[in-house]
T-cell receptor, first 109, second 112 residues
Framework: GEDVEQSLFLSVREGDSSVINCTYT??????LYWYKQEPGAGLQLLTY?????DMKQDQRLTVLLNKKDKHLSLRIADTQTGDSAIYFC?????????FGTGTKLQVIP | SQTIHQWPATLVQPVGSPLSLECTVE??????LYWYRQAAGRGLQLLFY??????ISSEVPQNLSASRPQDRQFILSSKKLLLSDSGFYLC???????????FGEGSRLTVL
C-alpha cells in the first residue's frame, strides 16, 4: 500500500514563508491533496495538484510536485497566526486516499 | 449544495460494549464513502471505503465493520469495543472527477 511521510512539526515566524514537505511511494497516484485540520475539527481541503502538473499556485499557497522523486510540498507565503494547524498530504490512487501523519505548523507572532 | 452529517459527535463507551456511528450525505448521489480513524498520534488511518450500496472495502483487519444500507448512508459498527478503538472517527465522501474528500465534523470515541 501507499506510504506517506511528513515531518511532524514546523515552527515559523508570522510573515515568513512556510514549506511543508511530503514523500509518497505509490507512483500511480493521480491527484495529490493538501488538507488542513484545526484543533478539534474535521479536515478542510486546501488545494490539490494533478500528477501531470509540476506546480500549482492558489493565492498564498504554492504546491510543487516532483513526480520522479515522489515528493510534494506546500508553501504558504506570508504565514499568519490563523494558519496554525495540522497539514496533511494525501495522495489518491484509484478510489483510495492515503493520508500522511500530518505536520503541525506553529506560527510565532 | 452537498452536506455531510456524522453522529454522535462524542461518545464514551465501556470496553466490550457495541458501537454504531452513522454518516449521511445530502445533495449528491452515488458518492464514494470513507471511514477514517485519527488516533492520538494525529495520522489518519483509512478503515473502510465504499463505492456503492453494499460494497465495502476493508483496509485494516480489526473488530470494526462497516455497512452501506443506502446510497448516502455509511455506518461504522463494532460488536465489542476495545480500549484501542478510542479515537476520532471521520466520515468523508467524494464524487467529483478530481475525487477530493469532504469530511464530516468527526465523532470522538472514548473507550473506558
Amino acid at each position: 500500500g501507499e506510504d506517506v511521510e511528513q515531518s511532524l512539526f514546523l515552527s515559523v515566524r508570522e510573515g515568513d514563508s512556510s514549506v511543508i514537505n511530503c514523500t509518497y511511494t505509490d507512483s500511480s497516484s493521480t491527484y495529490l491533496y493538501w488538507y488542513k485540520q484545526e484543533p478539534g475539527a474535521g479536515l478542510q481541503l486546501l488545494t490539490y495538484i494533478f500528477s501531470n502538473m509540476d506546480m500549482k499556485q492558489d493565492q498564498r499557497l504554492t504546491v510543487l510536485l516532483n513526480k520522479k522523486d515522489k515528493h510534494l510540498s506546500l508553501r504558504i507565503a506570508d504565514t499568519q497566526t490563523g494558519d496554525s494547524a495540522i497539514y496533511f498530504c494525501a495522495p489518491r490512487s484509484y478510489q483510495k486516499v492515503t493520508f500522511g501523519t500530518g505536520t503541525k505548523l506553529q506560527v510565532i507572532p | 449544495s452537498q452536506t455531510i452529517h456524522q453522529w454522535p459527535a462524542t461518545l464514551v463507551q465501556p470496553v466490550g460494549s457495541p458501537l454504531s456511528l452513522e454518516c449521511t450525505v445530502e445533495g449528491t448521489s452515488n458518492p464514494n464513502l470513507y471511514w477514517y480513524r485519527q488516533a492520538a498520534g494525529r495520522g489518519l488511518q483509512l478503515l473502510f471505503y465504499s463505492v456503492g450500496i453494499g460494497q465495502i472495502s476493508s483496509e485494516v483487519p480489526q473488530n470494526l465493520s462497516a455497512s452501506r444500507p443506502q446510497d448516502r448512508q455509511f455506518i461504522l459498527s463494532s460488536k465489542k469495543l476495545l480500549l484501542s478503538d478510542s479515537g476520532f472517527y471521520l466520515c468523508a465522501w467524494s464524487v467529483a472527477i478530481t475525487g477530493e474528500l469532504f469530511f464530516g465534523e468527526g465523532s470522538r470515541l472514548t473507550v473506558l
